[in-house]
């Protein structure tokens, strides 16, 4: 395999050229789609005499200097032009097909609509460009479109709209402030519209729309909802006020991302627009409100300061989710969105973290730009702003921020210039700190403790280290630390400066032994190895102050005694449960104080794919039995306090309740006698999309015989609401089933499915390799070949969603020898076929290279 080249950080040079200016012409016509593109061309560096641009996918008319013919050259994906002008303005004329450009990338139909999708390197299967983010240029955009497409929409303010002969009509819009080319946005279709307004701080009228598929405007107000909340908040927050007269989101079916920020044309996945009680859970309610406020917080951190080169993308997408799960804290509950997005760092990061794919937030190299998406870069990235917050508090990051906008607003740049202004503003030197944009792999904290009864002196002994790296930088890490004493009293609270490898901490005045809540609120992304007791972590359970240490004692209590079986299996030893993991269980169940939605988070025990991220090696056989062994005998010591957990829930409707409520009957359906005819009660009488899909849920999970028909009824009502449809497929994707391969099988030719839509793809295929990890990791190797069969499908038609699919895949290192040949036989395989994406190209090659 040696088709595609790495880029590297350490080769970035400037631009020879850059583009002030472009006028867009773009006459849409199915196959026929024309676009002219008029550039305002500067040369940067004197020496250079060849313009080079980028451009996929076309088909080049016309090409004029000046006004005047210029010889070029077209071939491998580049427009070359020789010329020694400083300035002059360049035409570029070209043809396209929407219609089949099934990537999803460039300009593309969803659904009857033209859409684009530009981000990362999607422009130039526009038009020939300078298609990178460090060359931003105003835009002014007309579009040409039969006026049964009647909302023809860009980025900026619109300028003219119009009628125009044989049946077409017309529409100009310019960007008043210069933007690289990945935020470009063009949208031209039929939709309903949702229209509403927000007043800024500084009493400016700002026209906000939403556009969604006819039918579907009911669906819009929670979205209109979270953008209003969103623009109130960065305005509160971080004194950042909207700078358009217009805010446009469209919602479109066919989209390979969540949604995109192009200035003041955001383009949405519907997953994360449409909503009512009665096709959308609460956690559906949530994202939407997450995924809205992102992208308008990109306005800010992304489209007004943007990255100076791809390398540098963890700039607006770390900081922005950092951003949008402050949002979620600040407006709903601060400790369950803080677990949500420990997990994601915890069970997907840290793979990535161990897998051939490891990278900093800030990588060195990469063949496939598309490929930077990673949950390093996002997640990993906004837990390295979150630790800066720590480290300066609230007023010194505001100050920070302030500075960073102030100074870059309006320019292209990189995460060191980020880091500078926080801290000029702050004060506070971040050299060290800054090793982690470097630096790849998961940290891992080794802790000790000793206490010294005679001088009343607790002493905490911590050494850092990544594994597998002997030249690892040593890292600055916020460390937040509570002492407990016997009955529950915090002694301290407070975040100590890991800076060395090996570090000492003493604490004096402590009367007796503490029970120390260490990495509270996870408040860095590292491993922590400490030696708790079960009677420690059941004290945690109950008196912590973070009620995220509460969720994180439950978690770790949890995990061992899978493990201490596991252990057992091995030694071929009887598997056993101690009393008091399920009296400290008890215990919160009963707790009359303890916040539903908490509880809900220590209820949804570990899964398979959590626990085998906790080790290096796993002998999955015996885990999934101890782990069924453990929750077997969880749930039947405390039916009782389920059941009566389960009721009191019922009487309560908020999301946290219906959270609680759930998590029990999913236990209750496993075990309980009246399984059957809990679910079915619930199936029948669920008020909202979040219990039916409960119910459904616990009916799937313990195969129950209620299963089948229930699953049918919700198809017959729900078969012509694709999003509703792609919960009944990730149902059937997580059945335990094991007929469940032939199930999907069929699956793959229902009338709702279409191996062409990334969402439902998503559902059914990405869903039973990432969920499903009993059967997926079947000793047969039938779900590694059910996945490569589909991603050979899937690479001739959208290889960005082929290579996300590839993730379970590629992180095979913890799985037995047998399991490790049959996922590389996989692997060989998709690496020979004759026309591999550089999408799955970089991973293979990097999985097989491991």
Known sequence: MSQAQAKYLKDYQTPD????????????????????????????????????????????????????????????????LSTDLAEFTLKVVTKLDPESNSSLEGLYLSDGAYCTQCEAEGFRRITYFLDRPDVLARYDVRIDAPQS???????????????????????????????????????????????????????????????????????????M?????????????????????????????????????????????????????????????????????????????????????WFQLSLKEGLTVFRDQEF??????????????????????????????????????????????????????????????????????????????????????????????????????????????RQAGTPLLQVSDSYCAKSHTYRLDIQQSIPNQA??????????????????????????????????FEFTEISAPPVASLLQDFSAPVRLEYQYTNAQLAHLLMHASSQVARWEASVTMFSRAIWDNVDRLANQQPMSLESQVCDALRGVILDQDIDAALLAEILNFPSLNVLIEQVESVNL????????????????ALEDELLACMRAASFNDTPGARALKNACLLHLAKFSDDAELLVESQYQQAASMTDTLGALTAA?????????????????????????????????????????????????????FSINNPNRVRSLIGTFAAANTERFHAADGSGYQFLTEQLVKLDKINPQTAARLITPLIQYARFDSRRQQLIRACLTELSRLPELSRDLFEKISRALDA
Not at 485 to 499: F, H, M, Q, W, Y
Request: proline share 3%; aromatic share 10%.
């Open 328 to 437: 979620s804290s600040d407006i709903g509950s601060r400790p369950v969105n803080r677990i949500h997005a420990i997990r994601v760092i915890k069970n997907q990061q840290f793979a990535e973290d161990a897998g051939p794919m490891s990278h900093p937030i800030r990588p060195d190299s990469v063949i496939e730009m598309n490929n930077f998406y990673t949950v390093t870069v996002y997640n990993k990235g906004a837990e390295v702003i979150r630790m800066m917050h720590t480290l300066l508090g609230e007023q010194h990051f505001q100050a920070g921020m302030a500075l960073y906008v102030e100074r870059f607003d309006g320019q292209a740049v990189t995460c060191d210039d980020f880091v500078g202004a926080m801290s000029d503003a702050s004060g506070i030197d971040l050299t060290q700190f800054s090793a982690w944009y």
């Open 17 to 80: 050229f850059t583009i002030t200016h472009l006028d867009l012409d773009i006459y849409l016509d199915g196959d026929k789609t024309q676009v002219v593109a008029t550039s305002q061309v500067v040369r940067k560096n004197p020496n250079a005499m060849e313009l080079i641009l980028d451009g996929e996918g076309l088909t080049l008319v016309e090409v004029s200097c000046n006004g005047q013919s210029i010889d070029y050259q077209a071939a491998d994906n580049q427009l070359r």
């Open 225 to 309: 909802t979270s953008l209003k909340k969103s623009m109130a908040w960065d305005e509160q927050r971080f004194n950042l006020e909207y700078d358009l007269d217009i805010y446009m989101i469209v919602a479109v079916d066919f989209f390979n991302m969540g949604a995109m920020e192009n200035k003041g044309l955001n383009v949405f996945n519907t997953k994360y627009v449409l909503a009512d009680n009665n096709t959308a859970t609460d956690d559906d309610y949530h994202g939407i409100e997450s995924v809205v406020g992102h992208e308008y917080f990109h306005n800010w951190t992304g489209n007004r300061v943007t990255c100076r080169d």
């Open 621 to 636: 056989e015996h885990l999934i039995a101890a782990r069924f062994f453990v929750l077997e005998q969880l749930i039947i």
């Open 471 to 504: 030249q690892a930088e040593v890292l600055h890490i916020p460390f937040s630390l509570e002492l407990l004493d016997a009955e529950g009293k915090s002694l301290v609270n407070t975040v100590l400066d890991i800076k060395q490898a090996q570090q000492s």
């Open 700 to 752: 799937n999970q313990a195969e129950l015989d209620c299963r089948h028909a229930l699953m049918c009824d919700f198809e017959s009502k729900w078969k012509e609401t694709p999003l509703v449809m792609d919960k009944w497929f990730m149902l059937q994707a997580t059945n335990p089933s094991d007929q469940v391969i032939s199930q999907l099988q069929g699956l793959l030719s229902h009338q709702a």
């Open 149 to 223: 497409l009647p909302y023809l929409l860009s980025n900026g303010n619109l300028l003219e709209k119009g009628q125009l002969a044989n049946g077409r009509h017309f529409a100009k819009w310019q960007d008043p402030f210069p933007k690289p080319s990945y935020l470009f946005a063009l949208v031209a279709g039929d939709f309903d519209l949702l229209e509403d307004k927000f007043v800024t701080k500084s009493g400016r009228n700002v026209v906000l729309q939403v556009f969604v598929d006819k039918g579907n405007l009911h669906k819009a107000e929670h979205a």
